[in-house]
């Protein structure tokens, strides 16, 4: 875990310092925590009981904070989702076990998953996993809007998700140096590819 959240943090000061870099400037990165207390605190949001407009339920702790861009401390964008930020990348650990990255885009309500071992979660697990992001972005887009005018631009409908199944196939144990690599190229605008993983010796 903490590798992982290394590396994020790495991107995260690669794109403050240079964020003419990448593909876009209105990107963020989160480390694996965020995917965590999603999961876990989906049943939560679930059960808490909407108002007459869908509104007032319970989101997990932080979650104005990744909204706001005010975490981590260390290296505050302050850039609001919808606002300023269109893509949210994440890596997401399933079971202890696996490795997987998410492209989140809210222009087009679409998350991608990138699994470089799709025989790792079933179709059905991944429903599941995905679940909490499909409907507490979109949901926490409304209730965080800032006014009316904002509100009316975003709906409270799921986002939809995809796995590509074109994808560079990871060995058991690269998975989460896989996850970093596709959010780091997708970031850059560079193709994702074996060559782009291989070390001089032909290692990942």
Request: contains cysteine.
């Amino acid at each position: 875990m903490q590798h992982i959240d290394a590396w994020i943090n790495v991107l995260r000061k690669r794109y403050d310092a240079n964020p003419q870099h990448f593909r876009s400037e209105r990107m963020c990165f989160l480390d694996h925590l965020f995917a965590q207390q999603w999961r876990f605190n989906f049943k939560d949001f679930k059960d808490s009981e909407p108002d007459q407009n869908g509104l007032g339920r319970r989101l997990p702790g932080g979650a104005w904070n990744y909204y706001a861009g005010t975490i981590p401390s260390f290296c505050q964008s302050n850039k609001v989702w919808g606002t300023d930020i269109d893509d949210i990348y994440a890596p997401v650990n399933f079971a202890d076990t696996h490795w997987i990255a998410m492209w989140i885009s809210i222009p087009k309500r679409h998350i991608v998953v990138f699994d470089s071992i799709c025989s790792s979660i079933s179709p059905e697990e991944l429903d599941v996993v995905m679940e909490p992001f499909l409907y507490m972005v979109p949901y926490l887009l409304v209730e965080c809007a800032s006014s009316d005018e904002q509100r009316a631009q975003y709906s409270l409908e799921p986002f939809t998700y995809e796995r590509p199944t074109n994808i560079p196939p990871a060995r058991a144990g690269d998975c989460g140096v896989y996850t970093l690599k596709y959010i780091e190229c997708h970031a850059l605008g560079i193709e994702f590819s074996k060559k782009t993983l291989l070390r001089p010796t032909g290692r990942v």
